[in-house]
């Protein structure tokens, strides 16, 4: 069982396979990073939001629909990084029981919310400041809800009711009000 040892023009063709195979996992990996990223935009095309400034000189921000029709952004509630999901039907901010335990937020008094699925089990809560793209709400009222799927905060009326709020065509701008 004596084997011989390749000879050495089988070397270069090896190192030709070895190299072509390489060459096709890395071009797999850019492809999976760009059609997650691209995923990713069309699920959140508000993931770098900023405060601009109106004809009037005051600070709104704007955002652009998803492809489910939906305004989805990032934001952070105190300090921390989260996606909301804009619902203007939704009475508080609310938050998964998931995230509220990742932000480390005090749970408040339980109380019975009636929501589209029927009643549900909530907490009261507090959050110190809700921030999307620089419109920051300090002291904002918000409702964790034990079994919201998910990671997408809701953010409701307790945040929104203080801006005004213009839907036009895909997009959705928040201004202060005046």
Do not use: C
């Not at 999976?32 to 600070?59: C, K, M, T, Y």
């Not at 704007?62 to 509630?77: F, M, T």
């Not at 937020?105 to 009643?119: F, S």
């Not at 409702?143 to 959705?172: A, C, H, W």
């Amino acid at each position: 069982m004596n084997r011989e040892p390749p000879a050495t023009d089988d070397l270069p063709k090896r190192l030709g396979r070895l190299m072509l195979f390489a060459a096709w996992v890395v071009g797999l990996a850019i492809l999976a990073l760009f059609f997650q990223r691209l995923l990713n935009h069309q699920n959140n095309p508000n993931s770098d939001i900023e405060v601009a400034l109106d004809a009037q000189g005051r600070a709104q921000v704007v955002l652009e629909r998803n492809r489910s029709g939906h305004y989805v952004a990032s934001g952070r509630i105190n300090g921390e990084p989260v996606v909301f999901l804009i619902d203007t039907g939704a009475t508080d901010v609310a938050l998964p029981l998931r995230v509220a335990r990742r932000l480390d937020l005090e749970l408040g008094a339980a109380r019975i919310a009636k929501t589209a699925n029927g009643n549900i089990q909530t907490w009261i809560t507090r959050l110190d400041s809700v921030d999307l793209g620089g419109l920051t709400v300090r002291g904002v009222q918000a409702s964790v809800l034990p079994n919201m799927p998910g990671e997408e905060v809701l953010l409701g009326m307790s945040y929104l009711k203080r801006f005004e709020l213009i839907q036009r065509d895909n997009t959705l701008t928040l201004r202060p009000p005046g």
